[in-house]
């Protein structure tokens, strides 16, 4: 996927869900922990070097899938190539747990979820769509039947480094 660099790098100065300084390894073999500012930005991960202001990179958090790796890390791998993964080490296992359950949140299928889940809830409550009163009650992206059934919490994409 390609993006506009002097975007993305409008985005990374945006306010974070979640900031810190944490080991990163790349999939190459071989590669080696580093500390990288990680920055959580809407559907985005950037990673910097510590002492600098422009990212090194992105990670796009669509159809990806964060799992647990060995105590206080967990590791972030895309659908279209599993084994590639990046790794990352945290100060501590709640740390961690707070990591991977906000990149679990960060996608836009896991919000379009949400919203499909809590727009059936008020109806149940009170007999009216609240998509309605914004014109989008009809759109097939906020249908509960559009929804895929493979289950994933955490839908990924690629990487996109910033040269």
């Known amino acids: 996927m390609r993006y506009n660099e002097k975007e993305l790098q409008a985005l990374s100065r945006q306010p974070a869900e979640m900031a810190a300084e944490l080991g990163m390894r790349g999939p190459k073999k071989g590669s080696v922990a580093k500390r990288r500012l990680v920055k959580l930005v809407v559907n985005f991960l950037f990673y910097f070097r510590p002492d ?7 990670l796009l958090l ?4 964060v799992a647990q790796e060995e105590p206080g890390g967990f590791s972030i ?3 279209e190539d599993l084994s590639r993964k990046y790794h990352f080490e945290c100060c501590s296992q709640e740390q961690c747990q707070e990591w991977m359950e906000a990149l679990r949140r960060a996608s836009y299928e896991y919000m379009r979820r949400s919203l499909i889940f809590y727009r059936d ?3 149940k409550m009170t007999g009216k769509d609240p998509l309605e009163q914004f014109g989008l009650s009809e759109e097939a992206r906020f249908q509960l039947s559009s929804l895929p059934r493979d289950g994933q919490a955490c839908i990924g994409s690629q990487l996109d480094v910033l040269d």
């Open 52 to 58: 600098e202001a422009e990212p090194l990179g992105a």
């Open 62 to 65: 669509e159809r990806c899938r």
């Open 77 to 79: 791998s895309f659908v």
């Open 121 to 123: 809830e008020i109806r």
